[in-house]
């Protein structure tokens, strides 16, 4: 189907209504454009209300012979919520799917359909003193960051979505509903079914519904900027840290001294905490906890005792504690601070902790000895092991790096992390176009061999999601 095909209209917007087809290449648009790598085209956009509308869908589109994108929110980085360039796919947005919002206040959970966002469900919480412990500085839907097993910056206290998913309500590329929405936390009879759709980008199933686990919200939360010393400064932080504010530890978060440059360049309203210069790395600590003061506990004192054992022994030098808001503001301002310089190369890489400082010195040497041009602007989530390696190709030096450049750059950095580090080239944001080939090349045989088994017994024809395992 090259554009619209009038069959396929009249038979969704059988199933959706006639506004809720888009065929207008401007209407189109934000649904065809991803936030970082670019986009592609589609057939048309299809925005179903419920769960029995995207049934319906997937049936129709499972006969026609129809490739579907899932989209939820479009704020992923892996490429994989948006159309190829053929423009024969359906976009299936579940931005519509929204009516379901069931709070259990007994088992602490909600209920809700995939389409929420996480802004607006953790506003929707906070009245009930509850919160969904996913941090990110975008607002991705429920639907999405299951897809793609979401971290943020509170994986370390909290765990990333797969630990915070109790059950989920899924369709299959054929249109059959599945659902486990009991919200048991405890479940040994047998495979836990909704793992396979956690993290497998919408390639096995759309997810239309979930149970969440919630928390209390916290009550205290105190940060400070904190610079380590040199070597395997960062390191000895940490251990400092989970030693003296044990469970209180809620982000460890890493910005070399690029990535806070580009921040503050990009937001000039932000105050640089360190007056004039800005240090090769500083940690923001973040202490919360759902008790509140009135308990005893002050976790701003806790962390005032924790930072001064620091410089008493030599591990800090420099701290400053601040306001969560200003400190948070200057972390969430990175990415957008990245592509105000060039284009991005995002590594979102995991590895065991403790070889988080050599594997980035010797990502650091790879990239000086082969592309000195390239700007180093590592930042992210290092107290749970994970890096945004993120290299920016300066504007005046686009033309000289093309598609196959940035692939072989990939390819070496991922060579690197995966062979000498045992690290992930894919730590929260899914996989999709942009990752599927390293993917391909590094992942274990037998686990590929597994997800391709899988898929093609639920989707023979590969017609749902980006990912071909
Ligand atoms: C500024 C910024 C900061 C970010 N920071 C982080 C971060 O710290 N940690 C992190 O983990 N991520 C981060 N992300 C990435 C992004 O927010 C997550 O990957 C998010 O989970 C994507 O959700 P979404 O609703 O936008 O999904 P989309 O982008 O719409 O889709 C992502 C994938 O999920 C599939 N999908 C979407 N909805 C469904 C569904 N209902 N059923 C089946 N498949 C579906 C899509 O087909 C695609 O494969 C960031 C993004 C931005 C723009």
Redesign the pocket.
Request: zero cysteines; a neutral charge.
């Given at each position: 189907m090259a554009g619209p095909d009038a069959g396929l209209v009249g038979a969704l917007a059988a199933i959706v209504g006639d506004r809720h087809v888009l065929t207008d290449e401007g209407d189109m648009e934000p649904y065809v454009s991803a936030?970082r790598y670019g986009g592609g085209r589609a057939g048309l956009v299809v925005l179903p209300a419920d769960t029995a509308q995207v049934a319906a869908i997937l049936r129709h589109c499972h006969g026609a012979g129809v490739r579907v994108?899932?989209?939820?929110?479009?704020?992923?980085?892996?490429g994989?919520?948006v159309p190829d360039g053929s423009g024969s796919q359906v976009v299936l947005s579940?931005k519509r799917l929204i009516g379901r919002f069931d709070l259990d206040r007994a088992n602490r959970a909600v209920t809700l359909d995939?389409g929420w966002d996480l802004d607006r469900l953790n506003e929707r919480l906070e009245a009930d003193g509850l919160w969904f412990p996913i941090d990110?500085?975008?607002s991705?839907?429920v639907?999405?960051?299951i897809?793609?097993n979401?971290?943020?910056?509170r994986v370390l206290r909290y765990g990333d979505v797969r630990h915070n998913v109790l059950g989920v309500e899924v369709v299959l590329p054929d249109g059959t509903i599945t659902a486990d929405l009991r919200g048991l936390r405890k479940n040994s009879a047998g495979l836990d079914l909704k793992q396979l759709f956690i993290g497998t980008?919408?390639s096995f199933?759309?997810?239309?519904g979930a149970v969440l686990n919630l928390l209390p919200r916290p009550r205290q939360t105190a940060t400070a900027l904190v610079v380590p010393r040199g070597g395997d400064g960062v390191g000895d932080l940490l251990a400092l840290c989970e030693d003296r504010a044990g469970e209180f530890l809620s982000a460890f978060e890493s910005m070399t001294g690029p990535a806070l440059s580009a921040a503050l360049h990009h937001r000039p309203q932000l105050r640089n905490p360190f007056g004039g210069t800005v240090p090769d790395e500083c940690i923001l600590v973040e202490l919360m906890s759902a008790t509140g003061r009135d308990s005893g506990l002050d976790l701003e004192a806790l962390l005032l005792g924790l930072l001064e054992q620091g410089y008493e022994t030599g591990v800090i030098v420099d701290a400053i504690p601040g306001p969560p808001a200003d400190l948070w503001a200057l972390r969430h301002a990175i990415?957008e601070g990245l592509r105000g310089l060039g284009r991005v190369i995002g590594l979102d890489v995991s590895l065991p902790r403790g070889r988080m400082t050599s594997f980035r010195r010797a990502a650091t040497d790879w990239v000086r000895t082969h592309h000195p041009d390239l700007l180093i602007c590592g930042f992210g989530h290092r107290g749970d092991g994970g890096d945004h390696f993120n290299l920016v190709i300066p504007k005046d030096r686009d033309a000289a790096f093309p598609a196959n450049t940035v692939s072989a750059i990939r390819q070496g950095l991922y060579r690197l992390l995966v062979e000498d580090f045992s690290g992930s080239y894919s730590a929260?944001?899914?996989i999709?176009p942009v990752n599927l080939s390293y993917h391909q090349t590094f992942a274990d045989p037998i686990q590929q061999h597994l997800s391709r088994l899988i898929q093609t017994h639920l989707d023979p024809a590969g017609m749902l999601?980006?990912v071909r395992w």
């Open positions: 936030f994108v899932p989209q939820g929110a479009n704020t992923g980085l892996a994989a919520s579940l995939a990110i500085s975008a991705p839907s639907g999405g960051m897809s793609t979401a971290g943020g910056s980008g919408g199933g759309i997810v239309t990415s929260e944001h899914g999709g999601g980006r």
